[in-house]
T-cell receptor, first 113, second 114 residues
Framework: GAGVSQTPSNKVTEKGKYVELRCDPI?????LYWYRQSLGQGPEFLIY????????DSGLPNDRFFAVRPEGSVSTLKIQRTERGDSAVYLC???????????FGEGSRLTVL | DQQVKQNSPSLSVQEGRISILNCDYT??????FLWYKKYPAEGPTFLIS?????DKNEDGRFTVFLNKSAKHLSLHIVPSQPGDSAVYFC?????????????FGKGTKLSVIP
């Protein structure tokens, strides 16, 4: 597609449940990023993929969070045993490796009740 | 500890006048700075950037100024238009971070009044 696509756009779940959020980056972009934006805050870095591998996962808050990108294109962010504090907009972004800026998707709004 | 600070949560400007959005940072390892614009229910979109080796970058109505000694940058929009109403995020890249991860401020909501 023309832009970064994220699904679902909205997800409401109950505390303790498992959630998957999907990101389809811009075609040809090898670098993929996940950010989280909580209410009243700027986006915060979670994890960066270069190709299929997670090159930097230093932003993941704890081991309940995990992300994969098995074929170097689509990525899935997985959150286990969700907590109310996980409620936020999860943003995915991609860029070409050599140059250029980050292109963000519209985000997936997660609400944990 | 906020490394990128946008101390004004909101700003209102009359259409046609200048909008000045400010950003301060604390990390001297930041070497590249960006401004993103965000409309409701959309992802941030890149607006303009500046390398730490420059002190000014201009793109149409948008100019970013960087004062390295003061660890301060600003975005000027001239003339402001109602379509500029959005949240503006200042972001910075750490020269020591190989992953191009960005550190964002909390944003400033700009309202341009017709």
């Amino acid at each position: 597609g023309a832009g970064v696509s994220q699904t679902p756009s909205n997800k409401v779940t109950e505390k303790g449940k498992y959630v998957e959020l999907r990101c389809d980056p811009i075609s040809g972009h090898t670098a993929l990023y996940w950010y989280r934006q909580s209410l009243g805050q700027g986006p915060e870095f979670l994890i960066y993929f270069q190709g299929t591998g997670a090159a930097d996962d230093s932003g993941l808050p704890n081991d309940r969070f995990f992300a994969v990108r098995p074929e170097g294109s689509v990525s899935t962010l997985k959150i286990q045993r969700t907590e109310r504090g996980d409620s936020a907009v999860y943003l995915c972004a991609s860029r070409r490796t050599e140059a250029g800026e980050l292109f963000f998707g519209e985000g997936s709004r997660l609400t944990v009740l | 500890d906020q490394q990128v600070k946008q101390n004004s949560p909101s700003l209102s400007v009359q259409e046609g006048r200048i909008s000045i959005l400010n950003c301060d940072y604390t990390n001297s390892m930041f070497d590249y700075f960006l401004w993103y614009k965000k409309y409701p229910a959309e992802g941030p979109t890149f607006l303009i950037s500046i390398s730490s080796i420059k002190d000014k970058n201009e793109d149409g109505r948008f100019t970013v100024f960087l004062n390295k000694s003061a660890k301060h940058l600003s975005l000027h929009i001239v003339p402001s238009q109602p379509g500029d109403s959005a949240v503006y995020f200042c972001a910075a890249k750490d020269s020591g971070a190989g992953s191009y991860q960005l550190t964002f401020g909390k944003g400033t909501k700009l309202s341009v009044i017709p």
